[in-house]
């Protein structure tokens, strides 16, 4: 029984781990995204003003900088904007035909960077006060309105799936403790008809327990560290553009699995001792 213990606390940790790896890597997409969420304005053009537009550009660049909900400001030329055009065309390997122009048609723009996309009407109105320089704020509201959305439904989806997995990993494990100290019943009648307290009798089961708990983690974290390599590069893949920290997530996996480990054995073998015990 206790190997059975075992072999269900490595599966169950091994399991709860892939979970928490998947939210990881989908919270990190998430924060990514948001990060990208951007209100840009595009600036005025003036023929033979450019150098005043550039002034006026910059004097707005830093009032919009001073605002708490913005993280950074860009200020994006003309040119800088026809060369980022060009660029997409031959990624998508389309022809380019902007040689052919007599003049740049590409406004200058401001991109403003949110510290949090669901606040940014404070920038938005600043933006739109600003006709002599601004001629268009390109609108933010719906794309921001539906990012905030679909990234909502990931994160508590994401967190009561770790919930569920979690509670199922605890249901089984204790069950499966509480089958080892069902076939030691015997015992435990034994002890206490020979006059052993109740805490002689559960501390040798709790310590079994944590042991079982440890050891579990231990062949779990093994499995874990074999498949790091194929797991990571499986990951990297799958979440190509996503700056994950691969130090912090082992971390944060060997804590999660041996605090797990640990925690389920000591509480089941506690849980299935004290229904022996009365109390």
């Given at each position: 029984m206790s190997l059975a213990a075992i072999a269900t606390m490595v599966l169950m940790l091994l399991l709860l781990a892939g979970f928490w790896l998947l939210q990881a890597?989908?919270?990190?997409?998430?924060?990514?995204?948001?990060?990208?969420?951007?209100?840009?304005?595009?600036?005025?053009?003036?023929?033979?003003?450019e150098a005043v537009l550039v002034v006026q550009a910059e004097a707005l660049a830093a009032d919009v900088a001073t605002l708490p909900q913005v993280r950074a400001v860009r200020y994006v030329s003309k040119d800088e904007a026809l060369a980022r055009f060009r660029a997409r065309l031959l990624e998508r390997g389309q022809v380019d035909l902007t040689g052919y122009l007599d003049r740049n048609p590409l406004p200058a723009s401001l991109e403003v960077s949110l510290v949090d996309p669901r606040d940014y009407q404070a920038v938005d109105d600043l933006l739109s006060s600003r006709e002599e320089v601004v001629e268009d704020v390109v609108e933010v509201q719906r794309l921001i309105e539906r990012l905030t959305s679909v990234t909502d439904v990931l994160r508590t989806g994401g967190f009561v799936v770790l919930l569920v997995v979690g509670f199922v990993v605890l249901f089984i494990i204790v069950n499966t403790i509480r089958l080892a100290v069902v076939a030691r019943r015997e015992e435990i009648e034994i002890m206490r008809l020979v006059g052993a307290s109740d805490a002689f009798i559960r501390w040798p089961f709790i310590f079994e327990g944590a042991f079982v708990g440890l050891l579990g983690a231990a062949v779990a974290l093994l499995?874990?560290?074999?498949?790091?390599?194929?797991?990571?590069?499986?990951?990297?893949g799958f979440f190509r553009v996503l700056p994950l920290e691969l130090g912090t997530i082992a971390r944060d996996i060997v804590l999660l699995v041996v605090g797990t480990g640990l925690g389920v054995g000591i509480l089941g073998s506690w849980l299935s001792v004290r229904s022996y015990l009365g109390g």
């Open positions: 890597g989908l919270a990190a997409g998430v924060a990514y995204v948001e990060e990208k969420v951007e209100i840009v304005a595009d600036l005025r053009d003036v023929p033979g003003a499995v874990l560290g074999l498949a790091a390599a194929p797991v990571g590069d499986m990951m990297y």
